[in-house]
């Protein structure tokens, strides 16, 4: 019960502070916000502001602001009283190009903001940090993948290759990376007794890390630190799992790593595992999940944040207005694809809870 509702208040916060930096600067522009909702579906309770409708919903999962003006199919003037009386100047298709992206990407930039400051506030409680993830074995699991391939403690792992792929190894991060992609063949490049040593490995799925693993524990040095370098470690963290994610998608656009998708009962199933560990260990995965929506808020989907900003720009280099008609169709399409999308990885999810 605790893990189900630390998840549900983290999915409704960060969609809160999305939809709320959309609202915020969208008001700021005097667009015209006829509702702001928490949660989808049938209403519970409503509450009339000096012009916006505040609403909570039955389903506890999404929100919106609805801003006159969205070229997006869900506002018709013949049906819609409320966008009868809206003047021109308030609707967000009649203002400057450049106020319409501000309105787009606040949401992105809120989720990033929120990441960032749990980001620093967490090392800053933590007081101290990792100064080196060497990737040299301190500990081979007995049993364990790497104990069957050969590995041994001491070795300091460099290169790992898979499908014809090479990549360097400087860091735990980099090693847990690559097998989460190419888990069930590849080649670790070790230093051993000053000699290079390849050994042929796979990986296991590992149900409480929710990650493929092949069974070994390396050294790991860390520093006090004051709480005025919070402000730069906590950055460096954001930047660093930034660059995961897009490498992430970027390895998801070649078809790698499709089946480590996941959708609302994974992530469902890792916050009920961060909440028996610590308050730190779930705010760090709040701080994640914020990161990984507002990223994937970026992607130049139409139904995406991303996809509306992308078409205000193509619109702006072609110096007119594309068809409302062609823009609702790409739209819908676009949902399509995500709800696709999402039934895939609630598909992956549901495979490895029965594993």
């Not at 560990?277 to 994937?296: D, Q, V």
């Not at 007119?320 to 999810?349: H, M, Q």
């Amino acid at each position: 019960m605790i893990g189900l509702l630390a998840f549900l208040f983290m999915l409704s916060f960060i969609v809160i502070i999305h939809e709320l930096g959309h609202f915020l600067v969208a008001r700021h522009f005097g667009i015209h916000c006829h509702e702001f909702s928490i949660g989808m579906g049938p209403c519970i309770y409503q509450r009339q502001g000096k012009q916006t409708i505040f609403s909570i919903r039955a389903i506890p999962f999404g929100g919106y602001v609805m801003m006159a003006g969205e070229q997006d199919g869900s506002q018709d003037e013949e049906e819609d009283d409320w966008l009868k009386n809206v003047k021109e100047e308030e609707k967000l298709n009649h203002k400057p190009v450049w106020q319409q992206i501000c309105v787009m990407a606040a949401g992105v930039i809120m989720n990033l903001l929120l990441a960032w400051i749990m980001m620093v506030s967490i090392t800053m409680v933590q007081g101290k940090v990792v100064v080196s993830q060497q990737p040299v074995i301190y500990e081979v699991q007995e049993g364990s993948d790497a104990a069957k391939a050969g590995l041994q403690e001491g070795d300091r792992i460099v290169k790992a290759y898979a499908s014809g792929k090479e990549m360097d190894i400087d860091s735990q991060s980099d090693l847990s990376e690559f097998i989460q992609y190419y888990h069930e063949n590849f080649q670790l490049e070790v230093i051993r007794d000053n000699k290079k040593v390849r050994i042929d490995l796979q990986a296991s799925y590992n149900e409480e890390m929710k990650g493929y693993t092949i069974g070994i524990v390396s050294s790991v040095q860390t520093r006090k630190i004051h709480w005025i370098e919070a402000f730069k470690y906590g950055t460096d963290q954001c930047i660093d799992l930034t660059a995961s994610i897009y490498r992430s998608l970027g390895m998801l656009l070649q078809g790698k790593g499709l089946e480590n998708l996941s959708g609302p009962v994974g992530i469902y199933s890792v916050t009920a595992q961060s909440t028996s560990y610590g308050l730190l260990s779930y705010l760090t995965l709040f701080a994640m999940i914020s990161l990984n929506i507002g990223i994937f808020n970026l992607i130049p989907i139409p139904a995406l944040d991303g996809g509306r900003i992308l078409i205000l720009l193509i619109e702006k280099f072609i110096h007119r207005k594309i068809s409302p008609k062609i823009i609702e169709g790409i739209i819908l399409g676009s949902f399509v694809l995500l709800f696709g999308l999402l039934i895939f990885a609630t598909y992956n999810d549901v495979i490895r809870l029965l594993m």
